[in-house]
T-cell receptor, first 118, second 113 residues
């Protein structure tokens, strides 16, 4: 079974600084997707960034970028120029393609609580 | 356009009762997935429906069931509620069952007493 591990239960960063959240995963599949989701106190899960495993280039979305190391099964999220609105729980998630042509459900890590210090 | 709508937002039920939660996906989205979020177990996949058919199922007991209607709206049912079923239940919709990104709703907070 696939597992996703986030080893940092909580991280704190000063506003405008850069922070990196760690994620490792375990899978025997070669074709899959990786995601970072953000969950603010409003409870709604918001997609931050996604990475297709077959793409070697790291995904980037404005201030958010990933460091995808497929061989090491590592998928870290870097947030540049941290803002107060970035404070939230961040979840790393994995999704594999299945034999039916679709994809499995998301497997989530336990999350990292990100605190932004003003 | 309207997002994913889950109703009700909060619910309190007694152990042994059953409950039905509702999810209306984004217009045009045909896939609806359900997740359970608890402090202990984190986020766990329940099931996914596409075109009124269950396509994927997580590792949950048969007390948890769902269905999808022709308009893509979905309901999730939990029978014989247990205290451990207290959780935030999140619904997510997407265009299809492949690599499309999910859009999540704000969830239904179920408390079993």
């Amino acid at each position: 079974a696939q597992t996703v591990t986030q080893s940092q239960p909580e991280m704190s960063v000063q506003e405008a600084e850069t922070v990196t959240l760690s994620c490792t995963y375990d899978t025997s599949e070669s074709d899959y997707y990786l995601f970072w989701y953000k969950q603010p106190p409003s409870r709604q899960m918001i997609l931050v960034i996604r990475q297709e495993a077959y793409k070697q280039q790291n995904a980037t979305e404005n201030r958010f970028s990933v460091n995808f190391q497929k061989a090491a099964k590592s998928f870290s999220l870097k947030i540049s120029d941290s803002q107060l609105g970035d404070a939230a729980m961040y979840f790393c998630a994995y999704r594999a393609f299945n034999s039916g042509g679709g994809a499995d459900g998301l497997t989530f890590g336990k999350g990292t609580h990100l605190i932004i210090q003003p | 356009k309207a997002g994913v709508t889950q109703t009700p937002r909060y619910l309190i039920k007694t152990r042994g009762q059953q409950v039905t939660l509702s999810c209306s996906p984004i217009s045009g989205h045909r896939s609806v997935s359900w997740y359970q979020q608890t402090p202990g177990q984190g986020l766990q996949f329940l099931f996914e429906y596409f075109s009124e058919t269950q396509r994927n199922k997580g590792n949950f007991p048969g007390r948890f069931s769902g269905r999808q209607f022709s308009n893509s709206r979905s309901e999730m049912n939990v029978s014989t509620l247990e205290l451990g079923d207290s959780a935030l239940y999140l619904c997510a919709s997407s265009l299809g069952t492949g690599d499309y990104g999910y859009t999540f709703g704000s969830g239904t907070r179920l408390t079993v007493v």
